[in-house]
Protein backbone atom coordinates (compact mmCIF):
# COMPACT_ATOMS: atom_id res chain seq x y z
CA UNK A 1 0.00 0.00 0.00
CA UNK A 2 2.81 2.17 0.93
CA UNK A 3 4.31 2.21 -2.84
CA UNK A 4 0.99 3.14 -4.28
CA UNK A 5 0.94 6.11 -2.13
CA UNK A 6 4.44 7.02 -3.04
CA UNK A 7 3.69 6.62 -6.72
CA UNK A 8 0.56 9.05 -6.21
CA UNK A 9 2.84 11.53 -4.55
CA UNK A 10 5.51 11.14 -7.48
CA UNK A 11 2.57 11.60 -9.92
CA UNK A 12 0.89 14.78 -7.92
CA UNK A 13 4.69 16.11 -8.00
CA UNK A 14 5.04 15.68 -12.23
CA UNK A 15 1.29 17.11 -12.54
CA UNK A 16 2.68 19.94 -10.68
CA UNK A 17 5.82 20.40 -12.36
CA UNK A 18 3.34 20.81 -15.78
CA UNK A 19 1.22 22.89 -13.87
CA UNK A 20 4.04 24.99 -13.71
CA UNK A 21 5.36 24.66 -17.29
CA UNK A 22 2.11 25.20 -18.70
CA UNK A 23 1.57 28.16 -16.82
CA UNK A 24 5.00 29.48 -18.33
CA UNK A 25 4.03 28.55 -21.78
CA UNK A 26 3.12 31.26 -24.13
CA UNK A 27 1.09 30.61 -26.71
CA UNK A 28 0.03 33.32 -30.00
CA UNK A 29 -2.74 33.09 -32.13
CA UNK A 30 -3.67 35.62 -35.37
CA UNK A 31 -6.37 36.11 -36.70
CA UNK A 32 -6.22 35.15 -40.32
CA UNK A 33 -5.92 38.91 -41.76
CA UNK A 34 -3.07 39.42 -38.75
CA UNK A 35 -5.27 42.43 -37.08
CA UNK A 36 -6.00 40.64 -33.72
CA UNK A 37 -3.60 38.50 -31.98
CA UNK A 38 -4.62 36.64 -28.78
CA UNK A 39 -1.76 35.85 -26.10
CA UNK A 40 -2.27 32.79 -23.70
CA UNK A 41 -0.63 30.75 -21.35
CA UNK A 42 -0.69 26.53 -21.77
CA UNK A 43 -3.42 26.63 -18.93
CA UNK A 44 -5.70 28.72 -21.31
CA UNK A 45 -5.85 31.87 -19.31
CA UNK A 46 -5.62 35.21 -22.13
CA UNK A 47 -3.09 37.07 -21.05
CA UNK A 48 -2.80 39.74 -23.91
CA UNK A 49 -5.52 40.36 -26.72
CA UNK A 50 -4.07 43.05 -29.55
CA UNK A 51 -6.31 44.53 -32.23
CA UNK A 52 -4.51 46.40 -34.87
CA UNK A 53 -5.24 50.17 -35.17
CA UNK A 54 -6.68 49.84 -38.68
CA UNK A 55 -9.08 47.51 -37.50
CA UNK A 56 -11.75 50.07 -35.95
CA UNK A 57 -12.57 51.21 -39.53
CA UNK A 58 -14.27 47.66 -39.70
CA UNK A 59 -17.61 46.48 -38.37
CA UNK A 60 -18.60 45.02 -35.12
CA UNK A 61 -19.48 42.07 -36.55
CA UNK A 62 -16.54 41.14 -38.13
CA UNK A 63 -14.75 42.18 -35.37
CA UNK A 64 -16.41 39.58 -33.54
CA UNK A 65 -16.55 36.43 -35.54
CA UNK A 66 -13.09 37.17 -36.05
CA UNK A 67 -12.19 37.40 -32.10
CA UNK A 68 -14.12 34.15 -32.03
CA UNK A 69 -11.50 32.91 -34.25
CA UNK A 70 -8.62 33.68 -33.00
CA UNK A 71 -9.35 33.26 -29.29
CA UNK A 72 -10.84 29.37 -30.45
CA UNK A 73 -7.23 28.79 -32.55
CA UNK A 74 -5.41 30.26 -29.36
CA UNK A 75 -7.05 27.37 -27.58
CA UNK A 76 -6.48 24.69 -29.77
CA UNK A 77 -2.67 25.42 -29.78
CA UNK A 78 -2.78 25.68 -25.65
CA UNK A 79 -4.51 22.34 -25.88
CA UNK A 80 -1.72 20.85 -28.12
CA UNK A 81 0.82 22.28 -25.86
CA UNK A 82 -0.94 20.99 -22.77
CA UNK A 83 -0.88 17.30 -24.56
CA UNK A 84 2.04 17.34 -25.42
CA UNK A 85 3.23 17.95 -21.72
CA UNK A 86 0.79 15.03 -20.50
CA UNK A 87 1.99 12.74 -22.57
CA UNK A 88 5.84 13.50 -21.32
CA UNK A 89 4.56 12.21 -17.90
CA UNK A 90 2.22 9.17 -19.13
CA UNK A 91 3.85 8.26 -21.88
CA UNK A 92 1.05 8.52 -24.17
CA UNK A 93 2.01 11.06 -25.78
CA UNK A 94 2.36 9.29 -29.57
CA UNK A 95 -1.46 8.56 -29.39
CA UNK A 96 -4.40 10.68 -31.56
CA UNK A 97 -6.03 13.43 -29.60
CA UNK A 98 -3.12 13.11 -26.70
Do not use: C, H, Y
Request: glycine residues 8%.
Amino acid sequence: MFDKIKQIMELKSKMDEIKKKLDAERIEAASNDGLIKIVMNGSQEVMEVTVAPEFSSQNNEKFAKQLKETISRAIKLSQQVAAKRMGEVTGLGGLPGM
